[in-house]
């Protein structure tokens, strides 16, 4: 990047920031405006709108008006709309309508792709009653000269009536400047600080000298006060911020406040109660993210819904799934599992490292292990978190290729639809096929090491499976010795994710690693010894993600009882991880262990501030320094809303905290039957490449922290995971146990 990039850069970037503390921005060059839809005001015709068969169009008081059959599954099953639009990328257009409906009903009104793969550019769902106008702007991603303008009223049992005029679509707009709601400039952590131990605040001002604060109780009494401590502009948000310590301080109560420089925080506790719910919601996550079982509404009030994937239509199912076509000539019956994340496909790497999360958790944590989640296997006499953890690895174990065939032992990387679906959708509604990918040593590996860590936690409630497993991951390790590269292509993303990783010698030392915990034998542990990761500094920005596994068997390797050569110097290695982690979190002014390169933040960001946080916590349970755990509990102020935003990352934890998470049935925003995600799900977060045309229409030229948005069609910042929530189940474990 040139010094002329590199400054103009900047500009932007403080334009951005600029506007977003003031709330003013300069209004933008833009085209003149031009009408894209032809007779939008249905001047004695319907052309060219056109109308799903069945349902035609009549002209009522200047309205173009349809009876809505009953008994259809999706929004797009019945729809009108005009196409042949051209739309250009980077341009700013106004979309406008009135419409009305029988009261209750909503239409999904959106821009988009008049062909093959259909794509949604934009689009809104409100619901319906008297005729109202609604109007948006939005900037479009994509040129195309087959654009769609349409509205589609489809997925009520029951028939309606609907109608709509003065349908517009100018371009040349002024593109419309989004500026987030980010309340108080004081920022807390909005759910709780631990009463012994550290509790800081940030201030947002202009104030470069020391400014005054006050802590209230719920009753407005001034409980502490003293001097905030300036900390000049913080790179990862833009703001010049100061730094309140009020950690001497240790009364457990609730509605606590904090005033500096004129403005009052959002109230927050001190105690440890709100982490123990916080543990047990983020594991009730997993029930329903489940695929192949009916999830009971009487286990999760307002999530009931019918089995998806289970072989009854729509669905095709996921019983006898066959390959892409060429890469293989059987089926597997690969029902249950998880949903992956907002979509409905099912993946060996993302399942591995979320499994092992959660079985490092209970290995790590007694007090886990009593942890009721309300789901069906509850009071069998095994802790709750090992039969949700099991629920994937029986997928995990089903995506093995049996023996007798080619590439007997190795493991197919995903299973998911063939072309991508739309949202919302419920799992037991899509309709479409499935299919097995091919086999990647990476997926290989994940199962070796999770079914070897899942033999020696089983042992004691279920023999029979802990032989199973450890039979599997056995015969996975060695058909990847002789498979070591075979890799998931990035070509491989229509349906699903690619999850591409081109390098399997972090899963080879972490597959090694447990295989060597559980059994001991030199094998292994030679194969630990003798690979570079053994003694490399594998802690990066970000400790461990799916694609990056190393640290889940260096962990493992420090904390977990064995008699491995050279065991003392891992455990260092992680406590020299948890060292750089904590001077990354000294020098960010919002106490954060991450600071990327370039302040370019990661796709889910926040699963990655808690995974570098789950090695700080381990550094504390090797050493039982202070300083680590602390470490721990400021980095977890960041998530829960002493952050940029002044926002909790987790649903239902914090006064302002997100409510649209890119999901296919936690989809309240666009069909108001469906719900809200469920309480202790976290958001992705921010991440400055803003990957969705969303996002990047809204957050243009943001500046790290403040690349994150709260609505279902920002997929790239505000997607749900299982891997996300399991570091958040993990670190929310750690905290609860503090007290």
């Not at 939008?40 to 349902?55: I, L, N, V, Y």
């Not at 419409?99 to 009104?109: E, Y």
């Not at 940029?644 to 039957?673: C, F, I, K």
Request: hydrophobic share 40%; net charge negative.
């Amino acid at each position: 990047m040139s010094i002329w990039e590199r400054s103009r850069t900047r500009l932007i970037a403080l334009i951005g920031v600029t506007a977003l503390l003031t709330g003013v921005a300069a209004a933008p060059a833009h085209a003149d405006e031009v009408e894209q839809v032809k007779n939008g005001g249905f001047d004695g015709t319907t052309d060219p709108f056109w109308s799903t068969a069945g349902m035609p169009m009549t002209i009522v008081n200047g309205q173009a008006c349809v009876d809505v059959p009953g008994g259809t599954t999706n929004r797009w099953d019945v729809s009108i709309g005009q196409n042949d639009i051209p739309l250009v990328a980077g341009q700013s257009y106004r979309f406008g309508f009135d419409a009305s409906g029988d009261a209750g009903h909503v239409v999904r009104a959106i821009v988009g792709l008049a062909v093959d793969p259909y794509d949604t550019y934009f689009e809104q769902s409100p619901v319906l009653g008297g005729l109202t106008h609604y109007e948006y702007t939005f900037t479009q991603g994509a040129d195309t000269a087959q654009g769609q303008v349409a509205f589609q009223v489809g997925g009520s049992a029951e028939p309606w009536h609907f109608c709509v005029d003065n349908v517009s679509l100018v371009g040349g707009v002024p593109p419309e400047v989004y500026v987030p709601d980010t309340g108080p400039r004081v920022r807390v952590n909005q759910v709780a600080y631990v009463p012994k131990g550290p509790k800081t605040a940030t201030v947002v001002t202009t104030v470069t000298t020391p400014l005054p604060w006050q802590l209230r109780n719920a009753a407005g009494v001034t409980v502490a006060a003293g001097q905030a401590q300036p900390r000049g502009t913080d790179v990862s948000s833009g703001q010049n911020v100061q730094t309140i310590d009020f950690s001497r301080f240790t009364t457990q109560g609730s509605g606590y406040t904090i005033t500096a420089d004129g403005d009052t925080s959002r109230p927050f506790d001190i105690g440890t109660a709100d982490y123990q719910n916080l543990r047990a919601d983020a594991l009730k996550f997993y029930y329903t993210q489940r695929s192949g079982i009916e999830i009971l509404d009487s286990l999760r009030p307002g999530y009931g819904r019918a089995a998806g994937h289970i072989d009854v239509a729509p669905n095709q199912g996921d019983g006898a799934v066959p390959c892409q076509a060429g890469v293989c000539d059987y089926t597997l019956d690969v029902r249950g599992g998880w949903y992956d994340a907002g979509d409905q496909g099912k993946y060996v790497v993302n399942g591995g490292i979320s499994t092992w999360e959660l079985l490092s958790e209970y290995e790590r944590s007694k007090k886990v292990r009593t942890v009721n989640l309300a789901i069906p296997e509850s009071g069998n006499r095994v802790p709750d978190i090992l039969d949700e953890a099991r629920w994937e690895l029986n997928f995990l174990l089903e995506m093995q290729v049996p023996a007798g065939q080619p590439l007997a032992g190795m493991v197919h990387h995903k299973i998911h639809d063939q072309n991508w679906t739309g949202l919302p959708l419920l799992p037991s509604q899509d309709p479409q096929p499935r299919e097995l990918h091919p086999v990647s040593t990476a997926a290989t590996l994940n199962l070796a090491a999770v079914a070897a860590q899942a033999a020696r936690v089983y042992q004691p409630f279920d023999a029979a499976f802990a032989r199973r497993a450890l039979s599997a991951a056995k015969t996975a390790y060695a058909a990847a010795k002789l498979n070591p590269s075979r890799y998931a292509p990035e070509s491989d993303a229509t349906g699903g994710g690619a999850y591409n990783d081109s390098n399997a010698t972090d899963e080879f030392y972490w597959a090694a690693a447990e295989l060597f915990l559980t059994t001991g034998e030199k094998s292994y542990e030679h194969d630990v010894l003798t690979s570079p990761l053994n003694t490399a500094d594998i802690f990066g920005t970000g400790a461990f993600d799916w694609a990056s596994t190393a640290a889940a068997g260096r962990l493992d390797l420090a904390l977990v009882p064995s008699h491995l050569t050279g065991r003392a110097a891992v455990q260092a290695s992680v406590v020299q991880g948890a060292e750089k982690y904590l001077a990354v979190q000294k020098a960010q002014a919002y106490g954060i262990p991450y600071a990327p390169a370039n302040n370019m933040w990661d796709w889910g960001s926040n699963s990655a501030i808690l995974n570098n946080m789950v090695v700080i916590a381990s550094a504390f349970d090797l050493t039982g320094r202070s300083k680590y755990r602390d470490g721990v509990l400021t980095g977890l102020d960041y998530v829960l809303g002493r952050n940029a935003l002044n926002r909790s990352y987790v649903t239902g934890y914090g006064e302002v905290s997100p409510q649209n998470t890119h999901s296919r049935w936690y989809a309240h925003e666009l069909d108001p039957s469906l719900p809200h995600p469920p309480v202790g799900t976290l958001a992705g977060g921010a991440n400055s490449s803003l990957q969705d045309p969303y996002a990047a229409s809204k957050l243009a030229g943001c500046v790290a922290q403040f690349c994150y948005i709260d609505d279902i069609q920002s997929y790239s910042t505000n997607e749900e995971a299982i891997n996300w929530n399991s570091a958040l189940a993990w670190v929310s474990g750690f905290v609860a146990e503090q007290g």
